[in-house]
């Protein structure tokens, strides 16, 4: 049996070496490894040319818990001098569950201003989205459906019913 992980963040990993060869092991061929900030990008592109089994696929992209870091701009211009190393965008998207984005409608844009700069990146090189969309179901799917995205994978959604029903629809994952 062929076993591919499709979300994993190899490089928080305290042994990555022995994490790889167990899931080896265990029949896992492929792995896509997602960022969340520009040290992540960095650490998840060098695995990826680091270890052949099982294959790394590396996921370039700013986890929405992460666009506070003053890195912001430098982890985007790294991200877009990197995108050929990459086989889709994220991990990426809209998270309104933090207590700082619950109210903060100034937070909340800058999260979208974020997400929109993603979803474009995705759109131009056609690659797909691996989308985080806590509490935050319908705009992330709505903004989706604007960049016109045609590949995505809704991670984290516990939303409701008449969103996921949209999602599929479009022909998204969850």
Same mark, same amino acid.
Do not use: N
């Given at each position: 049996?062929?076993? *591919? ?48 089994? #099982?294959?790394?696929? #590396?996921?370039?992209?700013?986890? #929405? ?53 993603? &979803?474009? &990146? ?22 989706? *459906? ?29």
């Amino acid at each position: 049996m062929t076993i *591919i992980d499709t979300h994993t963040h190899i490089d928080q990993l305290e042994d990555i070496s022995a994490a790889l060869s167990r899931a080896s092991q265990a029949g896992v061929t492929d792995i896509m490894t997602l960022s969340v900030d520009l040290e992540s990008i960095k650490k998840t592109l060098s695995i990826a040319g680091q270890y052949k089994e #099982p294959r790394i696929h #590396p996921c370039l992209g700013i986890h #929405p818990g992460m666009i506070h870091k003053q890195e912001a701009e430098l982890a985007f211009s790294f991200m877009k001098e990197h995108i050929h190393e990459a086989v889709a965008i994220g991990e990426t998207g809209l998270d309104y569950w933090y207590k700082w984005a619950r109210k903060d409608a100034l937070e909340q844009e800058k999260q979208k201003d974020f997400f929109r700069f993603h &979803l474009k &990146l995705a759109h131009d090189f056609d690659l797909p989205v691996v989308i985080h969309a806590r509490a935050a179901w319908k705009d992330c799917f709505e903004m989706t *459906i604007t960049a016109g995205i045609k590949r995505a994978l809704f991670h984290w959604y516990s939303g409701p019913l008449d969103v996921l029903e949209r999602i599929l629809e479009a022909g998204y994952y969850v």
